[in-house]
């Protein structure tokens, strides 16, 4: 069971480049989120989806795109690398009930110069 | 928006100390979520706190939450260093959104 799986792990950017980070899971769980970790602030939400087909903005969604096509998958794009998204992005799913929480993927390191 | 905010940031405790980490949040919600991070890792969670008056407990920590207060605690006895760590709470709205606080740096020196 391996869980929740973040592609790539670092990356590097220049800026206005665009690129996907993949997440998948595979304990066909309903909600799924994409995060950012920056120094200081905590966790903050960029997108997240409550089923297949189904998306919605979180705190901090400027610049980023999400689809769900399937509930594996819930890639999340950067349209145009800024500075200002250099940060930790984990991905998360949960089952719907709220006796759970969220299972975090491992991580990508984004760095954009 | 739903805010959470955790205190203190920044928590340096000696060994066999006790101490409370504190998390309040803005808007009514009755589920609470524990969760550690260790340098460089991704986020372990600890625990679930579903109602008033909830306490959970594993090993040196225990959770607890009081919602009419808005209010969760995360008491650490007699620290050990493996405890050294970032802890986070998150509160789960309405809409099934988790909304984390900054967190709370702990490093337990000898």
């Known amino acids: 069971n391996a869980g929740v799986t973040q592609t790539p792990k670092f990356q590097v950017l220049k800026t206005g480049q665009s690129m996907t980070l993949q997440c998948a899971q595979d304990?066909?769980?309903?909600?799924m989120s994409w995060y950012r970790q920056d120094p200081g602030m905590g966790l903050r939400l960029i997108h997240y989806?409550?089923?297949?087909?189904?998306?919605d903005q979180g705190e901090v969604p400027n610049g980023y795109n999400v689809s769900r096509s399937t509930t594996e998958d819930f890639p999340l794009r950067l349209l145009s690398a800024a500075p200002s998204q250099t940060s930790v992005y984990f991905c998360?799913?949960?089952?719907?009930?709220?006796?759970?929480?969220?299972?975090f993927g491992s991580g990508t390191r984004l760095t954009v110069v | 928006e739903l805010k959470v905010e955790q205190n203190p940031l920044f928590l340096s405790m000696q060994e066999g100390k006790n101490y409370t980490i504190y998390c309040n949040y803005s808007?009514?919600?009755?589920?609470l979520y524990w969760y550690r991070q260790d340098p460089g890792k991704s986020l372990e969670s600890l625990f679930v706190?579903?109602?008033?008056?909830a306490v959970k407990q594993e090993g040196r920590l225990m959770a607890s939450l009081d919602t009419k207060a808005r209010l969760s605690t995360l008491h650490i006895t007699a620290a050990v260093h493996d405890l050294s760590a970032t802890y986070f709470c998150?509160?789960?709205?309405?809409?099934?959104?988790?909304?984390f606080g900054t967190g709370t740096s702990l490093t337990v020196i000898p």
């Open positions: 706190l579903l109602s008033n008056g």
């Open positions: 989806s409550v089923g297949a087909g189904i998306t």
């Open positions: 304990m066909n769980h309903e909600y």
């Open positions: 998150a509160v789960r709205n309405t809409g099934n959104q988790f909304y």
């Open positions: 998360a799913s949960s089952p719907g009930g709220a006796g759970y929480g969220y299972t």
């Open positions: 808007t009514t919600s009755d589920r």
